[in-house]
C-alpha cells in the first residue's frame, strides 16, 4: 500500500475489484478488524475471519472472558493437528464456539475462536507459545472448525512474508519511490524468499495454470530452471 497506516482504507476498494465474493471467506490482520468492513462483507454475501487483539480492547476483553475449556463448555469445537518440518515440530490447537446475537461488540459475528501454537526445533531447545483470539462471520455450515483452521494458518503465513520482508529485508525504510524499481526490488525480495524456503514448505508446487498456487513446469524444486521430473 502507498500510505501503510491507512490501508484500512483499501479494504473495500481491493475487493470491488473482484465481481463475485459470494461465499468467500475473507481473511486479514488485527487492523482490519472493524465494524465496517463486516458490513461490507456481509452486503456482498462473504464472511470475515479477523484476529482479535489489544487494538480492539473491549472485544478483546469480551472475548477472553468467554469459557475456553471444553471440559466446562460443551459448545467448543476443538480441531489439533500436529506435524514436523524442516526440522520444526509444531502442534496447533483452534478451539472454536458460537456466539449468541448481540453478546459480543462485533457487528454478524457468529463464533470466537481462540488459536493456540507450540513450537519447537528452533535452535534454542525450548517450547514457544502462541495464542490469539479470534471472530468470524461465517456461520458452521459455511466454514467449520477444520476450515477454519486452514484460513487462520494460511493468514499466519501471509504476515510470516511481510514480517521478512518488513524486518530481515527492511522493506519499510526502503527509499526506492520511482518509476520501476520499487517493483523490481520487490521482485528479487521475493526471489530471495522462495529460494530460501525448504521443499515442501508451498515452494515449486505445480497445481493447474490460474490457481492460487501455480509454479510454471520450468521451475524446479530447487529453482535450478529446469523442468522437474514429473511435473
Not at 475471519?49 to 471444553?70: C, G, H, I, S, Y
Not at 489439533?80 to 457487528?107: A, D, K, Y
Not at 494458518?153 to 521478512?164: K, L
Request: overall charge positive.
Amino acid at each position: 500500500m502507498r500510505h501503510k497506516p491507512h490501508e484500512t482504507l483499501h479494504f473495500t476498494t481491493a475487493l470491488d475489484l473482484i465481481a463475485d465474493i459470494t461465499g468467500a471467506i475473507v481473511t486479514a490482520d488485527a487492523l482490519h478488524t472493524v465494524a465496517d468492513h463486516a458490513h461490507y462483507l456481509h452486503s456482498r454475501g462473504a464472511f470475515g475471519l479477523f484476529p482479535v487483539k489489544e487494538n480492539r480492547a473491549a472485544l478483546f476483553t469480551q472475548l477472553d472472558a468467554l469459557d475456553w475449556d471444553e471440559t466446562t463448555n460443551a459448545a467448543i469445537a476443538v480441531h489439533r493437528t500436529e506435524e514436523t518440518n524442516s526440522g520444526r515440530h509444531e502442534i496447533r490447537i483452534v478451539r472454536v464456539q458460537p456466539l449468541t446475537p448481540g453478546q459480543v461488540n462485533f457487528p454478524h459475528a457468529t463464533r470466537a475462536l481462540l488459536v493456540e501454537r507450540y513450537t519447537t526445533g528452533r535452535g534454542d531447545g525450548k517450547i514457544h507459545a502462541d495464542a490469539e483470539l479470534g471472530i468470524t462471520t461465517a456461520p458452521s455450515h459455511i466454514a467449520g472448525t477444520a476450515v477454519l483452521a486452514r484460513c487462520v494458518r494460511g493468514q499466519w503465513a501471509i504476515e510470516a512474508q511481510h514480517f521478512v520482508r518488513d524486518v530481515t529485508f527492511g522493506e519499510d525504510t526502503r527509499r526506492a519511490r520511482t518509476g520501476s524499481l520499487p517493483r523490481a526490488l520487490a521482485t528479487f525480495r521475493s526471489l530471495a524468499i522462495w529460494n530460501a524456503t525448504p521443499p515442501g514448505n508451498g515452494r515449486g508446487w505445480n497445481r493447474r495454470p490460474g490457481s492460487r498456487w501455480w509454479r510454471p513446469r520450468w521451475i524446479s524444486w530447487r529453482g535450478r530452471g529446469h523442468e522437474r521430473q514429473g511435473a
